[in-house]
């Protein structure tokens, strides 16, 4: 399917490369493309980035029928350009359309609007350290309609922004609060797609979080609030006596991260010992006393590596790692990082060149 591409005559205003802050400053051009019931998806089109028309009765802002998927792409010391692991999340947005009933986007339109998208706005992609440019792919429906039911019409849509460091600590470690009263997400839910609702349901816990003086939340599982799930809206590792353990994804709540997957890999092939399994926030706790919780750290695509100095429980905090980060950890951060920006030599095939 071509893509046809309308240039901008009004470039938009670029930020200092050496302070930008994290979503803010979006790019020229962004992707759009229509689905109807019937005749698929259509019309993929490069235009000026700029406000969209809806509807007051779109079903999105009624019934949140929408996902979202967030990689990046980074600029190598050569001047190339490069995204990491694009195809992994073009599957996991497939995931989370089959869950909210969304048609799946063609993965190699999909593939091919990413790399054409990013080329024609390669200026935007920032050469300063820890720069990138995020990519945020989203659909959504679109049918001028109130009723609790699948829509019929849908928009695909690409738009992208020039990042820094999505933590202003950057890699300090954070302070984080186990939360025993609100939930993230259920067993049978959403929990493991990317969809608005997710992060809506996280909110207000996060808010109290932060007004008590914590960086994020570690949630606890929706049917016992016993078992550790995420942290934020990060997945979440803990190096406990030499062994590396993360939650099992097997429940469906917890989101497939591309961050922990990779991580997950590297530190197999590292030699470490890793268990994707049920960890209790009794067990947690009990480690963190006895001295045998070494490191914890979350995974996600904005922060990448964020290392965690202090959990807070029932009023209680422990120190981990004596609030530094961990060998481990600095270790991941250090390598998946290089492999993005080009510094590390990529021997498992995770980037894709774009120009």
């Given at each position: ?92 947005m497939a995931r989370s359309c089959e869950k909210l009933c969304i048609p799946e986007v063609p993965a190699d339109i999909y593939l091919d609007a990413l790399k054409t998208l990013v080329k024609l706005d390669a200026d935007w992609v920032p050469s300063a350290p820890d720069t990138s ?92 609030q016993k078992y550790i799930e995420e942290v934020g809206s990060m997945n979440v590792m803990f190096k406990l006596g030499g062994k590396v353990i993360t939650p099992s994804l097997a429940g469906g709540s917890v989101l497939p991260g591309i961050t922990r997957k990779t991580a997950l ?91």
């Open positions: 399917m071509e893509i046809k591409i309308t240039k901008t005559t009004a470039p938009r205003p670029r930020p200092d490369e050496n302070n930008i802050p994290f979503g803010t400053f979006f790019s020229d051009h962004m992707f759009l493309m229509d689905y109807e019931a019937g005749k698929g998806w259509y019309d993929p089109r490069i235009v000026p980035y700029g406000p969209l028309s809806l509807e007051p009765s779109c079903m999105t802002l009624h019934y949140a029928q929408e996902v979202f998927e967030g990689l990046k792409a980074y600029r190598t010391a050569d001047g190339h350009i490069q995204l990491f692991r694009p195809t992994e999340n073009i599957a996991r440019l995020y990519i945020r792919p989203f659909a959504f429906a679109t049918d001028d309609h109130l009723g609790v039911h699948a829509s019929h019409t849908y928009l695909f849509c690409i738009i992208t922004c020039p990042v820094g460091s999505y933590y202003p600590e950057g890699l300090d470690p954070v302070h984080i609060a186990i939360e025993s009263r609100e939930v993230r997400a259920v067993r049978g839910g959403t929990g493991f797609t990317k969809c608005g609702g997710n992060y809506a349901a996280s909110l207000h816990a996060s808010e109290i979080a932060e007004k008590r003086g914590f960086s994020q939340v570690l949630w606890l599982d929706g049917v016992e890999q590297l530190l197999g092939e590292w030699g470490y010992e890793v268990h994707e399994r049920n960890i209790s926030v009794d067990e947690l706790i009990a480690a963190a006393e006895d001295g045998t919780l070494e490191e914890a750290w979350g995974t996600g695509t904005a922060a990448v590596i964020s290392p965690i100095g202090e959990i807070s429980y029932r009023d209680k905090r422990y120190a981990v790692n004596g609030v530094q980060i961990g060998p481990v950890t600095h270790k991941l951060y250090e390598t998946i990082t290089g492999i993005q920006w080009g510094r590390i030599e990529d021997t498992h095939g995770w980037t894709v060149k774009v120009c």
